[in-house]
DNA sequence: ATTTTGTATATTGTATACAATCTTGGAGTC
DNA sequence: GACTCCAAGATTGTATACAATATACAAAAT
């Protein structure tokens, strides 16, 4: 997800970096405030940055700026949630479709690589790996697709779906068949079947989603 | 598109207000340098507040920023183009048919005025006009969907149409059908036909779409 | 007691100043 | 002539300082 080796070429993108790192994660909850002040301090630098690296989270939407009041980390009502999964349903089949055939052999090494430690973080419990695991393996399936504003708005919705998934990833039935299903889901990308890949798609996305509202109806 | 009324609560959501005007307008090209000195000086600001204004047009696509190297408006390519087009094809007639069912008789009301001065816009050929009422018709249209992130995505969809749309609207066959086909909607909101308009609507942003790539090949 | 109002404090917004990076042009080398 | 290298200028990135706005709490008024 951050190309930027590691060190980012700003201390703006890398402060950004680093509270995305920890909204994604859950280690700043919803509704949480973001002081500049205190974001300067704890990274020991000046606000500038902070707020530069925070105007850049709400175009992701991570954060929610209020003019001369500040940020928050943004809150995703119910509806909304579904209304992510409706749309990934919506537009990861079609660009299952339009990549798979133009897969590379270095993408499906990419893709098996991405896969195995998928499952071992998944036998491991490592939510938050999990998450940003499971972003890149859908990612790079898409990789090939000649559609660049799906690739930008999906890319957008795997993230909104990953401050989610985790609470999901509680259940241990229901990782164990995200992972078999991504492993088939790869499985068909290596023999070319696009459209066997776009429809298991499909019910994988709803499968995950009956899962999360579930849950969230139960947690509240 | 702009509800802080035309004075902005804050100076860099103002430059950001001026920039995205002269963006969607054509009066910035695409490819444009942006430099953060010369709109300092021509909005009589410090760059601080141009910085914070370039950020937000990146999170909303409308530039590039390069780390070290600056800003440039950002252009589409002709697959990214078509890409919207099918992407609003593939979600406009969703927010219609969830929304149409919906509008109250101000939302009706405020459709008539908007299409009232949209024919106004098509007769006098006012194009920058032109664009922003289309996106605003569209919207107050799907305005009561219960689909949050659609309805942020569509926008952005609707936004990047209008910087290309004003080419097109130099066919005076297209922006008649174009205007007609907009009464038939609002008419078609008003009776509550919604899977009728979600039909129409199809139909129409198809029509757009072929006009606009059949435009983009003859002129490059 | 409730509301109002004012003031102190906290927090964000912007300007100025400085540091880091990139670009450009020419001198020198092969 | 083409290339490398280096220095000066241009441009962006960040820190510090100040201004504007919002928040919290106490005093005053009804």
Redesign the interface.
Known sequence: MAQPGLKS??VA?AIAEALRTDILSGALASGAQLRQDALAGAYGVSR?PV??AL??L????LVQIV??KGAVVSAL?A??VG??F??RI??EP?LARASIPLLTREDLAELDAIQARFAEAVARQDRALWGALNAQLHLTMYRRA?????L??VAG?LQ?SERYTRMQMARAAADRRAAAEHAQLVALCRTGKAEAAATLLAAHIEAVRADMLALMQAAG
Do not use: C, K, N, W
């Open positions: 070429r700003t993108a500038i707020r530069e105007l850049a709400e175009g992701e939407g003019p001369h009502s509806a909304e209304d992510v409706d749309l919506l537009l079609r000649p559609l660049p504003r799906s930008v708005l919705l909104t």
